[in-house]
């Protein structure tokens, strides 16, 4: 199962980062999207809009506002479905996702994985 974490972050501090190492440790494949090119152990984080495909999860670390920009690309996606992490609450972009058929999850990556709910 291939997961996009769209709001990667190449700093150690930010949950983005630690959700890309845990999911790589659960080997889990891992692409990711960010505000700056650049790779976190061995991980190639893009900026933009990159084609992939077979994308399982979405999980999102972008703010509400931040997250309208990808809404076409993600849906575009067809992912199974999009996590919200603690912070991108978007009740707006749920029904968005609803409506094409993309379940919904309001929960924490990191926690899924430490309780191997993922």
Known sequence: MKTLVLGASHNPDRYSYQALLRLQKHQHEVVA?????????????????????????????LNP??????????????PRRVIFNPGTENPAFYALLTSHGIHVEVACTLVLLATHQY
């Not at 506002?65 to 067809?78: E, F, K, N």
């Open 65 to 78: 506002t931040h997250q309208v920009a990808y809404y076409d690309y993600i849906i575009g996606l067809h």
């Open 33 to 61: 999207i960010g505000r700056k090119a650049t790779e976190v152990e061995g991980i190639l984080i893009q900026e933009g809009l990159p084609e992939l495909t077979d994308v399982d999860t979405v999980t999102l670390y």
